[in-house]
């Protein structure tokens, strides 16, 4: 152990890490100008903590529509070894206690970030629907090995806060 990382693990220092969650930390403030005009959608920067004694940040943002969290969006690189993705769970669970049905929605890149590696062992548990793929109201994971484009991390970010916004109408306007 190097500092609280395991032998062979880079940490959050190194480029590649530092370019995924600026990334989407930028993109998260460039779909929220853009989105803003949707009435009741917010996003916010923290989780707000209200029952747990832990922060949350997600790296893209929590988004809100008419004060439930709808959606997080977190960006994950790790090598094949070390373990950073197992905090992964504490933000998770931080964001379902606010609300189960909301899309927890993980990029995650790296020689770890394939169904065999570090990553995809680790999540496994957490993403039985698969990879790659939006699962609304669930757990939705990408895994590449060399990261994303901005386009594909934009495109993948706003269809997942249009389809949530969309699914909270749909289901306040529900007969029972």
């Known amino acids: 152990m190097n500092g609280g990382l395991q032998k062979g693990h880079k940490g959050v220092s190194d480029r590649a890490a530092k370019t995924i969650d600026s990334n989407l930390k930028s993109i998260r403030d460039e779909l929220f100008r853009e989105l803003k005009s949707i009435k009741g959608l917010d996003m916010k920067k923290r989780v707000p903590k209200i029952d747990t004694k832990t922060p949350c940040e997600p790296d893209g943002g929590a988004w809100f529509y008419n004060g439930k969290l709808v959606a997080a969006f977190e960006a994950k690189k790790q090598q094949d070894s070390g373990n950073a993705i197992e905090r992964w769970y504490k933000n998770e669970r931080r964001c379902r ?10 990029f995650c ?68």
Do not use: Q
């Open 97 to 106: 206690k606010l609300n189960p049905d909301m899309s927890y929605v993980t």
């Open 109 to 176: 890149r790296g020689t770890g970030a394939h169904p065999d590696g570090s990553i995809g062992i680790v999540l496994d548990v957490a993403h039985e629907n698969g990879w790659n793929e939006y699962v609304p109201g669930d757990n939705s994971c990408w895994l590449s090995i060399e990261g994303y484009t901005k386009s594909f991390l934009k495109d993948t970010m706003r269809e997942v806060i249009l389809e949530r916004v969309e699914s909270a109408c749909k289901s306040s306007y529900s007969v029972v």
